[in-house]
């Protein structure tokens, strides 16, 4: 279901399934957490996550719901699976970007919002629609769609499940960067950045969108890093020209 590639700065995570339009069966949560899980132990600065053949990910696998519907003990693993997975890679300490193409509806909407940005490409397309199939969307997810483009868009999102394209996802919030952006681009400029920076930038952004208005720890990572290597190899630089 997935390819994960961790030779370089960037973590490459795919979705590897394009004849199910990279569709996540049940079953494929835990090997998304796993990998998640390899990427933050690799030596990768960035996390990249993709989709092959043209597709993000058409949300869960339709296939699984008929088991779904008559075990309620199936149901609980599913939402647990996806919900652990997800954390583990809203909680991965590097910048994770979704980087979408095509469609990406459903689950794979909670895939995207888990990672720091979102990029769409002119062919993505956004849908949310649980209740065209009589269910309903994991709390923690509506509260990140909610953070991201406001109570109003993600009631026409999920009241509706009808379709947006990349400019309206990236005007109402949904995506970060619309088409003409590359991913490749955005990679470069953030791995020119420290590391311990990016680090520490990430938790504050996390702690932030908690409600957090001050945390001791980011004080003292804030003033160790005045005393840190990166900013001496940065001053020093200019003196070496």
């Known amino acids: ?51 092959a053949g043209g597709s993000f990910c058409a949300g869960a696998d339709l296939t699984d719901f ?7 003990a199936a149901r609980t693993r599913f939402r647990e699976g996806m919900r652990a997975a997800l954390d583990r890679l809203r909680e991965l300490a590097i910048p994770t970007i979704a980087s979408i193409e095509g469609p990406c509806y459903g689950a794979g909407v909670a895939l ?20 065209k199939f009589g269910i309903s969307y994991p709390q923690q997810d509506v509260h990140r769609l909610v953070e991201l483009v406001g109570p109003g868009q993600a009631a026409r999102l999920l009241f509706t499940g009808l379709g947006i ?16 952006e590359e991913a490749e681009g955005l990679v470069a400029a953030i791995l020119a950045n420290a590391a311990e920076s990016l680090a520490t930038l990430k938790r504050a952004i996390r702690l932030a969108a908690a409600g957090k208005r ?18 001496a190899r940065r001053l020093e630089a200019p003196r070496r020209k």
Request: charge should be negative.
């Open 165 to 180: 394209d990349a400019e309206e996802a990236v005007r109402i919030g949904l995506a970060d960067l619309g088409p003409g």
């Open 214 to 231: 001050s945390d001791p720890e980011q004080d003292a990572r804030f003033d160790a890093l005045f005393g840190g290597g990166a900013l």
């Open 1 to 51: 279901m997935f390819r994960l590639d961790c030779q370089s700065e960037v973590a490459r995570l795919v979705l590897d399934r394009p004849a199910a339009r990279n569709a996540i069966p049940a079953a494929g949560w835990q090997e998304l957490a796993g990998l998640v899980d390899e990427a933050g132990r690799s030596s990768a600065r960035l996390l990249l996550l993709s989709g």
């Open 66 to 72: 008929p088991a779904l519907q008559r075990d309620e």
């Open 112 to 131: 995207a919002m888990a990672c720091d940005l979102r990029l769409a490409a002119a062919s993505a397309r956004f849908a949310i629609t649980p209740a």
